[in-house]
Protein backbone atom coordinates (compact mmCIF):
# COMPACT_ATOMS: atom_id res chain seq x y z
CA UNK A 1 0.00 0.00 0.00
CA UNK A 2 1.59 3.35 -0.97
CA UNK A 3 1.28 6.58 0.98
CA UNK A 4 -1.25 8.08 -0.59
CA UNK A 5 -3.57 4.81 0.12
CA UNK A 6 -2.44 4.79 3.59
CA UNK A 7 -3.29 8.74 3.78
CA UNK A 8 -6.99 8.22 2.28
CA UNK A 9 -7.31 5.42 5.00
CA UNK A 10 -6.58 7.56 8.03
CA UNK A 11 -8.63 10.66 6.73
CA UNK A 12 -11.60 8.36 6.59
CA UNK A 13 -11.33 6.82 9.89
CA UNK A 14 -10.95 10.23 11.64
CA UNK A 15 -14.62 11.42 9.81
CA UNK A 16 -16.17 8.44 10.69
CA UNK A 17 -15.20 9.04 14.51
CA UNK A 18 -15.85 12.57 14.52
CA UNK A 19 -19.77 11.20 13.20
CA UNK A 20 -19.80 8.29 15.45
CA UNK A 21 -19.01 10.95 18.27
CA UNK A 22 -20.85 13.86 17.25
CA UNK A 23 -23.93 11.19 16.97
CA UNK A 24 -23.14 9.91 20.89
CA UNK A 25 -22.85 13.08 22.27
CA UNK A 26 -25.82 14.76 21.04
CA UNK A 27 -29.05 14.96 23.80
CA UNK A 28 -32.39 13.41 23.57
CA UNK A 29 -34.85 16.15 23.29
CA UNK A 30 -36.39 17.14 26.84
CA UNK A 31 -38.98 18.92 28.82
CA UNK A 32 -38.69 20.70 31.88
CA UNK A 33 -41.16 21.14 34.23
CA UNK A 34 -42.54 19.66 38.08
CA UNK A 35 -44.30 16.93 40.39
CA UNK A 36 -47.61 17.98 40.76
CA UNK A 37 -50.49 16.46 42.24
CA UNK A 38 -54.50 16.54 41.58
CA UNK A 39 -55.53 19.20 44.53
CA UNK A 40 -59.32 19.43 45.80
CA UNK A 41 -60.78 22.34 47.28
CA UNK A 42 -63.01 22.28 50.40
CA UNK A 43 -65.13 25.18 50.70
CA UNK A 44 -67.02 26.09 54.01
CA UNK A 45 -70.52 26.04 53.32
CA UNK A 46 -71.67 28.36 56.08
CA UNK A 47 -69.94 31.27 57.69
CA UNK A 48 -69.55 29.41 61.00
CA UNK A 49 -66.45 29.44 63.49
CA UNK A 50 -63.70 26.47 63.57
CA UNK A 51 -64.59 24.70 66.47
CA UNK A 52 -62.20 21.88 65.88
CA UNK A 53 -59.14 21.44 63.57
CA UNK A 54 -58.32 17.34 63.05
CA UNK A 55 -55.69 17.28 61.12
CA UNK A 56 -51.93 18.47 60.40
CA UNK A 57 -50.74 20.08 57.19
CA UNK A 58 -48.79 17.21 55.21
CA UNK A 59 -50.86 14.29 56.94
CA UNK A 60 -51.97 11.39 54.80
CA UNK A 61 -55.91 11.29 55.51
CA UNK A 62 -58.29 8.49 54.37
CA UNK A 63 -61.68 8.71 52.45
CA UNK A 64 -64.40 9.89 55.11
CA UNK A 65 -61.94 10.96 58.20
CA UNK A 66 -62.87 14.36 59.84
CA UNK A 67 -60.50 17.22 58.76
CA UNK A 68 -62.46 20.58 60.56
CA UNK A 69 -64.96 20.98 62.17
CA UNK A 70 -67.68 24.40 62.25
CA UNK A 71 -69.72 25.63 64.42
CA UNK A 72 -73.45 23.51 64.27
CA UNK A 73 -74.88 25.37 67.19
CA UNK A 74 -77.48 27.42 64.87
CA UNK A 75 -78.44 24.43 62.40
CA UNK A 76 -78.54 22.19 65.23
CA UNK A 77 -81.52 24.35 66.64
CA UNK A 78 -83.43 24.95 63.32
CA UNK A 79 -83.36 21.05 62.77
CA UNK A 80 -84.51 21.02 66.16
CA UNK A 81 -87.59 22.93 65.29
CA UNK A 82 -88.18 21.08 62.40
CA UNK A 83 -88.37 17.80 64.29
CA UNK A 84 -90.80 19.87 66.59
CA UNK A 85 -92.83 20.42 63.65
CA UNK A 86 -92.92 17.00 62.34
CA UNK A 87 -94.10 15.34 65.68
CA UNK A 88 -96.91 18.46 66.06
CA UNK A 89 -98.16 17.83 62.38
CA UNK A 90 -98.14 14.34 63.00
CA UNK A 91 -100.38 14.28 65.51
CA UNK A 92 -102.51 16.45 63.90
CA UNK A 93 -103.18 14.68 60.97
CA UNK A 94 -103.48 11.20 63.37
CA UNK A 95 -106.20 13.09 64.73
CA UNK A 96 -107.37 14.53 61.41
CA UNK A 97 -107.60 10.70 60.17
CA UNK A 98 -109.51 9.27 63.33
CA UNK A 99 -111.65 11.49 62.97
CA UNK A 100 -113.91 13.02 65.91
CA UNK A 101 -114.78 11.27 69.68
CA UNK A 102 -117.50 9.79 70.63
CA UNK A 103 -117.34 12.47 73.74
CA UNK A 104 -116.70 14.99 71.40
CA UNK A 105 -119.72 14.39 69.49
CA UNK A 106 -122.00 14.00 72.98
CA UNK A 107 -120.58 17.29 74.03
CA UNK A 108 -121.88 19.04 71.31
CA UNK A 109 -125.28 17.52 71.43
CA UNK A 110 -125.25 18.95 75.03
CA UNK A 111 -124.68 22.05 73.59
CA UNK A 112 -127.16 22.53 70.92
CA UNK A 113 -129.55 21.01 73.94
CA UNK A 114 -128.26 23.93 76.45
CA UNK A 115 -128.74 26.32 73.16
CA UNK A 116 -132.42 25.50 72.30
CA UNK A 117 -133.51 25.66 75.94
CA UNK A 118 -131.90 29.34 76.36
CA UNK A 119 -133.45 30.18 73.31
CA UNK A 120 -136.83 28.73 74.01
CA UNK A 121 -136.89 30.72 77.07
CA UNK A 122 -135.88 33.60 75.61
CA UNK A 123 -138.86 33.73 72.57
CA UNK A 124 -141.39 32.95 76.27
CA UNK A 125 -139.86 35.72 77.94
CA UNK A 126 -140.30 38.26 74.48
CA UNK A 127 -144.09 36.91 73.98
CA UNK A 128 -144.89 38.11 77.41
CA UNK A 129 -143.25 41.28 77.38
CA UNK A 130 -144.36 42.15 73.83
CA UNK A 131 -148.05 42.88 74.34
CA UNK A 132 -147.27 45.10 77.21
CA UNK A 133 -144.98 47.30 75.03
CA UNK A 134 -147.91 50.26 75.14
CA UNK A 135 -148.25 49.95 78.18
CA UNK A 136 -147.06 51.82 82.22
CA UNK A 137 -145.93 48.85 83.00
CA UNK A 138 -143.13 47.77 80.08
CA UNK A 139 -141.16 50.00 78.37
CA UNK A 140 -140.12 50.31 74.82
CA UNK A 141 -136.23 49.81 75.69
CA UNK A 142 -138.01 46.50 77.67
CA UNK A 143 -139.61 45.00 75.08
CA UNK A 144 -136.22 45.58 72.27
CA UNK A 145 -134.01 44.25 74.84
CA UNK A 146 -136.06 41.19 74.95
CA UNK A 147 -136.38 40.51 71.20
CA UNK A 148 -132.88 41.00 70.92
CA UNK A 149 -131.83 38.12 73.68
CA UNK A 150 -134.28 36.15 71.55
CA UNK A 151 -132.04 36.35 68.16
CA UNK A 152 -128.66 35.92 70.34
CA UNK A 153 -130.29 32.85 71.66
CA UNK A 154 -131.42 31.89 68.43
CA UNK A 155 -128.33 32.27 66.76
CA UNK A 156 -126.37 30.35 69.65
CA UNK A 157 -128.80 27.13 68.48
CA UNK A 158 -127.89 27.35 64.72
CA UNK A 159 -124.06 27.77 65.42
CA UNK A 160 -124.50 24.72 68.11
CA UNK A 161 -126.04 22.52 65.38
CA UNK A 162 -123.26 23.70 62.87
CA UNK A 163 -120.60 22.50 65.48
CA UNK A 164 -122.31 19.20 65.61
CA UNK A 165 -123.36 18.76 62.29
CA UNK A 166 -119.08 19.48 61.70
CA UNK A 167 -118.21 16.28 64.05
CA UNK A 168 -121.12 13.78 62.84
CA UNK A 169 -119.40 14.78 59.58
CA UNK A 170 -116.42 14.00 60.27
CA UNK A 171 -113.18 15.46 58.28
CA UNK A 172 -112.95 16.69 54.90
CA UNK A 173 -110.66 14.84 52.67
CA UNK A 174 -109.27 18.02 51.13
CA UNK A 175 -107.78 18.86 55.16
CA UNK A 176 -105.79 15.60 55.45
CA UNK A 177 -104.57 16.00 52.48
CA UNK A 178 -102.96 19.54 53.39
CA UNK A 179 -102.22 18.43 56.17
CA UNK A 180 -99.83 15.69 54.83
CA UNK A 181 -98.60 17.67 52.06
CA UNK A 182 -97.25 20.43 54.96
CA UNK A 183 -95.76 17.55 57.00
CA UNK A 184 -94.24 16.28 53.98
CA UNK A 185 -92.66 19.67 53.33
CA UNK A 186 -91.64 19.83 56.91
CA UNK A 187 -90.01 16.51 56.44
CA UNK A 188 -87.62 17.35 53.78
CA UNK A 189 -86.70 20.95 55.16
CA UNK A 190 -85.32 18.65 58.21
CA UNK A 191 -83.67 16.83 55.50
CA UNK A 192 -82.02 19.47 54.22
CA UNK A 193 -81.20 21.21 57.65
CA UNK A 194 -79.56 17.50 58.80
CA UNK A 195 -77.68 17.60 55.10
CA UNK A 196 -76.33 21.10 56.18
CA UNK A 197 -75.54 19.68 59.30
CA UNK A 198 -73.28 16.97 57.97
CA UNK A 199 -72.00 19.73 55.85
CA UNK A 200 -70.31 21.59 58.68
CA UNK A 201 -68.45 18.79 59.47
CA UNK A 202 -65.46 18.61 56.78
CA UNK A 203 -64.17 15.23 55.32
CA UNK A 204 -61.63 14.28 52.93
CA UNK A 205 -63.59 12.88 50.38
CA UNK A 206 -60.44 10.83 48.99
CA UNK A 207 -57.39 9.56 50.29
CA UNK A 208 -54.48 11.80 50.20
CA UNK A 209 -52.40 14.54 51.76
CA UNK A 210 -53.57 17.50 53.55
CA UNK A 211 -51.87 20.25 51.57
CA UNK A 212 -53.05 23.68 53.76
CA UNK A 213 -55.42 24.72 56.37
CA UNK A 214 -55.55 28.29 55.76
CA UNK A 215 -57.76 29.09 58.52
CA UNK A 216 -57.18 27.87 62.43
CA UNK A 217 -59.07 27.34 65.78
CA UNK A 218 -62.14 30.01 66.08
CA UNK A 219 -61.52 31.81 62.63
CA UNK A 220 -64.87 32.28 61.04
CA UNK A 221 -64.56 31.89 57.17
CA UNK A 222 -67.03 33.52 55.14
CA UNK A 223 -69.14 31.00 52.75
CA UNK A 224 -67.22 29.78 49.74
CA UNK A 225 -63.94 30.54 51.62
CA UNK A 226 -61.65 27.20 50.85
CA UNK A 227 -61.04 25.45 54.48
CA UNK A 228 -58.43 22.48 53.14
CA UNK A 229 -56.72 21.68 50.46
CA UNK A 230 -55.61 18.36 49.85
CA UNK A 231 -53.56 16.41 47.27
CA UNK A 232 -54.90 12.97 45.72
CA UNK A 233 -53.67 10.38 43.55
CA UNK A 234 -51.81 7.42 44.36
CA UNK A 235 -48.50 8.90 42.75
CA UNK A 236 -47.76 12.44 41.65
CA UNK A 237 -47.87 13.38 37.83
CA UNK A 238 -45.09 15.38 35.97
CA UNK A 239 -46.35 18.86 34.61
CA UNK A 240 -44.28 19.66 31.56
CA UNK A 241 -43.50 22.12 28.87
CA UNK A 242 -42.93 20.86 25.92
CA UNK A 243 -41.10 23.18 23.21
CA UNK A 244 -42.92 24.35 19.93
CA UNK A 245 -39.84 22.28 18.06
CA UNK A 246 -40.70 19.18 19.78
CA UNK A 247 -45.08 19.21 19.88
CA UNK A 248 -45.09 17.14 16.51
CA UNK A 249 -42.76 14.30 18.28
CA UNK A 250 -45.29 14.15 21.66
CA UNK A 251 -48.08 11.91 21.52
CA UNK A 252 -50.72 10.47 24.05
CA UNK A 253 -49.32 7.36 26.01
CA UNK A 254 -45.98 7.90 24.56
CA UNK A 255 -43.15 6.51 27.02
CA UNK A 256 -40.59 8.77 28.32
CA UNK A 257 -37.89 9.09 31.23
CA UNK A 258 -38.29 11.20 34.11
CA UNK A 259 -35.31 12.59 35.79
CA UNK A 260 -35.48 14.02 39.62
CA UNK A 261 -32.78 15.34 41.32
CA UNK A 262 -31.74 13.34 44.29
CA UNK A 263 -32.31 9.98 42.42
CA UNK A 264 -30.18 8.09 40.63
CA UNK A 265 -32.57 6.19 38.05
CA UNK A 266 -34.97 7.45 36.07
CA UNK A 267 -38.84 7.30 37.06
CA UNK A 268 -40.88 5.47 33.90
CA UNK A 269 -43.80 7.30 32.96
CA UNK A 270 -45.86 7.66 29.61
CA UNK A 271 -47.90 10.83 28.39
CA UNK A 272 -51.36 11.25 29.19
CA UNK A 273 -52.13 14.20 27.83
CA UNK A 274 -50.83 17.76 25.82
CA UNK A 275 -52.78 20.94 25.41
CA UNK A 276 -54.03 21.91 21.91
CA UNK A 277 -53.45 25.20 22.98
CA UNK A 278 -49.93 26.89 23.69
CA UNK A 279 -48.90 28.89 26.54
CA UNK A 280 -46.53 31.61 27.38
CA UNK A 281 -46.55 34.32 24.74
CA UNK A 282 -49.61 34.61 22.24
CA UNK A 283 -49.23 32.12 19.48
CA UNK A 284 -51.09 34.74 17.07
CA UNK A 285 -48.44 37.60 17.98
CA UNK A 286 -45.72 35.10 16.33
CA UNK A 287 -44.61 34.42 13.15
CA UNK A 288 -41.22 32.86 11.45
CA UNK A 289 -38.53 31.71 13.72
CA UNK A 290 -40.21 33.58 17.22
CA UNK A 291 -42.77 30.53 17.10
CA UNK A 292 -39.90 28.11 18.93
CA UNK A 293 -40.89 30.10 21.65
CA UNK A 294 -44.01 28.36 22.46
CA UNK A 295 -44.67 25.35 24.59
CA UNK A 296 -47.46 23.17 25.22
CA UNK A 297 -48.32 21.73 28.78
CA UNK A 298 -48.42 17.89 28.94
CA UNK A 299 -48.91 15.86 32.02
CA UNK A 300 -46.84 12.53 32.46
CA UNK A 301 -48.29 9.44 34.20
CA UNK A 302 -45.97 7.54 36.61
CA UNK A 303 -45.96 4.64 38.69
CA UNK A 304 -46.14 3.44 41.95
CA UNK A 305 -42.19 4.14 42.90
CA UNK A 306 -43.27 7.93 42.99
CA UNK A 307 -45.60 7.87 45.21
CA UNK A 308 -43.33 9.07 48.11
CA UNK A 309 -42.04 11.96 46.31
CA UNK A 310 -43.44 15.28 47.59
CA UNK A 311 -44.75 17.96 45.07
CA UNK A 312 -42.99 20.84 43.10
CA UNK A 313 -39.84 19.12 42.61
CA UNK A 314 -38.73 19.92 39.35
CA UNK A 315 -37.95 16.95 37.28
CA UNK A 316 -36.47 16.94 33.31
CA UNK A 317 -38.51 14.35 30.74
CA UNK A 318 -36.67 13.35 27.78
CA UNK A 319 -38.93 13.00 25.12
CA UNK A 320 -39.51 10.67 21.47
CA UNK A 321 -36.33 11.77 18.65
CA UNK A 322 -38.48 14.27 16.23
CA UNK A 323 -39.03 11.67 13.25
CA UNK A 324 -37.51 13.19 10.12
Known amino acids: MNIRSMGAVVVGMTVAFV ?6 SRESPRALGTLEYDRITLPAVASERVVRVAVREGERVHKGQVLLQLDPTQTQAALDADEARIRQQQALLEQLVAGPRKEDIAQARANLKAAQAQAQQARDYYRRVQPLGGSDYVSASDVDNARAAMDRATAQVAAARAALDVLLHGTR ?8 AT ?3 TRQQARAQQVYLDKLRIVAPRDGIVDSLPYRLGDQPPVGA ?10 PYARIYVPEPLR ?8 VQVYVDGRDKPL ?12 YTPYYALNGEDTARLSYLAEVTL ?15 T ?6
Open 268 to 279: AGHVRTIRREPV
Open 319 to 324: LPEAKR
Open 226 to 235: PLAVMLVGKA
Open 173 to 180: PEQIAQTR
Open 303 to 317: GSDAAKLPAGLPVRV
Open 248 to 255: ASVHDGDP
Open 19 to 24: MLASGC
Open 183 to 185: LAA
